[in-house]
C-alpha cells in the first residue's frame, strides 16, 4: 500500500542554520506530495506542494523537489528562524486522489 | 476572514459518555474531513464527507459518528464505544469532492480531547 516515511526527529538547528527533513514514500503512478506545518497547539497549514516528478514547491524560504526516480520529497531551507520551529509532516496523495496519507511528522526546534 | 473554527479548543469527558465536537467552515468548500492525532503519531482519518448528506468512514471510524446537514458543518460524535478516545481531533476542508485527497486541505485549531 502506499506510505510515507519521515526522518525520525526532533531535529535541533541553531538560527541560520541548513535544514533537511528527510521524506520517502511508496505509491503507485504519479502521487500528489505535500509539505504541511504545525506550530504549537494550531492545526496544520500547507507548506508547500508538487503535483508531478521534477516539480519543486517553494513557500516561505522552503522547498522541496518531486524526485521520481528516488520516490522523494525531502525539505530544505537554507536558513531556519526561531520562528521555524514546528512539527512538519510530509504527505501524498494517490492518483486516483483516494486518500491522503501523512508521515508521523518531524519536530523542529530552532534557537537563537 | 475565511476559515475553519472548531470548538471547544479542549474538552473533558467521563467515561461512558458521549461527546460532539463542532467543526464550521465558510470557505463554500464542498469536503470536509476529521482526522485523528496521537502524539509522534501521523494523522489518521475519521470520516470524510465529499456532499451534503453524504459522507465515508476512514481508516479509524469505528466509535464515532457524524452528520452533514448543511455544507459548512461537519460534527463529529466520538461514543463511548470508542476504547481510547484521548486524542488531539483535526477537522479540515477541501474545494472539491470529485478529487477530494489532490486538493490543498486546509485545517482548523483542532479540539483536545481528555477521557477522566
Known amino acids: 500500500g502506499n506510505s510515507v516515511t519521515q526522518m525520525e526527529g526532533p531535529v535541533t538547528l541553531s538560527e541560520e542554520a541548513f535544514l533537511t527533513i528527510n521524506c520517502t514514500y511508496t505509491?503507485?503512478?504519479?502521487?500528489?506530495l505535500f509539505w504541511y506545518v504545525q506550530y504549537p497547539g494550531e492545526g496544520l497549514q500547507l507548506l508547500l506542494k508538487?503535483?508531478?516528478?521534477?516539480d519543486k514547491g517553494s513557500n516561505k524560504g522552503f522547498e522541496a523537489t518531486y524526485r521520481k526516480e528516488t520516490t522523494s520529497f525531502h525539505l530544505e531551507k537554507g536558513s531556519v528562524q526561531v520562528s521555524d520551529s514546528a512539527v512538519y509532516f510530509c504527505a501524498l496523495s494517490d492518483q486516483a486522489g483516494t486518500a491522503l496519507i501523512f508521515g508521523k511528522g518531524t519536530t523542529l526546534s530552532v534557537s537563537s | 476572514d475565511g476559515g475553519i473554527t472548531q470548538s471547544p479548543k479542549y474538552l473533558f469527558r467521563k467515561e461512558g459518555q458521549n461527546v460532539t465536537l463542532s467543526c464550521e467552515q465558510n470557505l463554500n468548500h464542498d469536503a470536509m474531513y476529521w482526522y485523528r492525532q496521537d502524539p509522534g503519531q501521523g494523522l489518521r482519518l475519521i470520516y470524510y464527507?465529499?456532499?451534503?448528506?453524504?459522507?465515508q468512514k476512514g481508516d479509524i471510524a469505528e466509535g464515532y459518528s457524524v452528520s452533514r446537514e448543511k455544507k459548512e458543518s461537519f460534527p463529529l460524535t466520538v461514543t463511548s464505544a470508542q476504547k481510547n478516545p484521548t486524542a488531539f481531533y483535526l477537522c479540515?476542508?477541501?474545494?472539491?469532492?470529485?478529487?477530494?485527497?489532490?486538493?490543498?486541505?486546509?485545517f482548523g485549531p483542532g479540539t483536545r480531547l481528555t477521557v477522566l
Open positions: 479540515a476542508s477541501s474545494i472539491e469532492g470529485t478529487s477530494h485527497f489532490t486538493d490543498t486541505q486546509y
Open positions: 464527507s465529499q456532499i451534503v448528506n453524504d459522507f
Open positions: 508538487a503535483t508531478k516528478a521534477d
Open positions: 505509491a503507485t503512478g504519479y502521487p500528489s
